[in-house]
């Protein structure tokens, strides 16, 4: 089973309208209410692709059980641990007149010590070696970057497989657990390192590599409108983004990992799944929902190509 932890979801409020203006009231074209969390995501696009996932994390209040309903009426296994306080409620709005996207993201809500032990014995007698547990995004409050370090070593003495997508710097420190797949964007892969130079793609591999030679197993870099890398020990693969019109990017990313992870439980090719990755997150920027795998105006402009050092 594929765990996918959430440990600061949220309701994304979706606003397209025509202009922004202060001090007026702004009527709007549209909007959508999304469950949503970096997790969440991971989940409704396995879902999409055939897989099962149990979605589970940390939240509360009537914005929670909104997050939950959503993935239970895609028939998604959830196990969230509840606090008082609500989950978050993030506002990303596409300006039509500008061409921008104005993203408000929220803080969640304070978590215990307490609670976090109590998310750590859940996965402790629930997670074996032929699990994979996901871990994406921020954390809510009270929740120290650390926690992620906590989490890879609960997950390598499980023998499960451990995949994180995180921005934090803590990620260094989990390399000695051996996790089976970080998804760092161009920016966060830097500044693992500290280095404030071009992202080149000869830097981005070699930094990848770097995290490779600490322990890493697999990295999939994400690189916005220059699509995506992967990079382990045997390949080094890129692959071009299609052209499309940005609406959101919120999801992107999200999308992007769990149609690799899809792809791999598949046992497709490392090729296929970076391809059709780069199409599906693509799409989801194209869109203010995630992609419905309408995919075949996209696949044709992405090109795989295997670089040697």
């Known amino acids: 089973m594929i765990y996918t932890v959430t440990l600061n979801p949220a309701i994304d409020l979706v ?15 549209k909007f959508e209410l999304q469950p949503n969390g970096k997790g969440v995501n991971v989940s409704f696009i396995l879902k999409k692709l055939g897989i099962d996932s149990v979605a589970t994390g940390i939240g509360g209040g009537f914005t929670l059980d909104y997050v939950i309903s959503g993935l239970t009426e895609k028939g998604i296994k959830t196990n969230f641990l509840k606090v008082k306080e609500p989950t978050r409620v993030n506002v990303f709005t596409d300006v039509l007149d500008e061409g921008t996207e104005y993203k408000q993201v929220n803080p969640g809500p304070v978590v215990s010590s307490d609670k976090q032990d109590q998310f750590l014995d859940y996965l402790e007698s629930t997670v074996t070696k032929d699990d994979m547990v996901v871990v994406s995004g921020s954390f809510s409050r009270g929740i120290k970057p650390n926690f992620l370090v906590q989490l890879a070593q609960l997950v390598q003495k499980q023998g499960a497989k451990f995949v994180i997508d995180s921005s934090y710097l803590e990620v260094i420190d989990t390399l000695k657990y051996r996790p089976f797949l970080l998804k760092p964007n161009n920016d966060e892969l830097a500044a693992f390192f500290n280095y404030e130079g071009e992202m080149t ?8 590599q770097k995290l490779i030679k600490l322990g890493c197993q697999n990295v999939l870099v994400s690189l916005g409108a220059d699509g995506a890398a992967f990079i382990n ?13 940005v609406v959101n990017s919120a999801c992107a990313g999200d999308t992007m990992l769990g149609t690799f992870i899809a792809f791999l439980e598949k046992n497709k090719p490392v090729s296929a799944a970076l ?5 599906a997150g693509s799409d989801t920027a194209s869109r203010t929902g995630l992609t419905d795998f309408s995919l075949d105006n996209l696949l044709p402009q992405i090109s795989v190509t295997e670089r040697t050092n």
């Open 15 to 29: 606003i397209v309208t025509k202009k922004l203006e202060p001090k007026v009231v702004n009527r709007t074209e």
């Open 201 to 208: 793609a000869t830097k981005t591999v070699e930094l990848a």
């Open 233 to 245: 020990e045997r390949h080094i693969l890129f692959a071009n983004a299609p052209q499309i019109q």
């Open 275 to 279: 391809k059709m990755a780069v199409a």
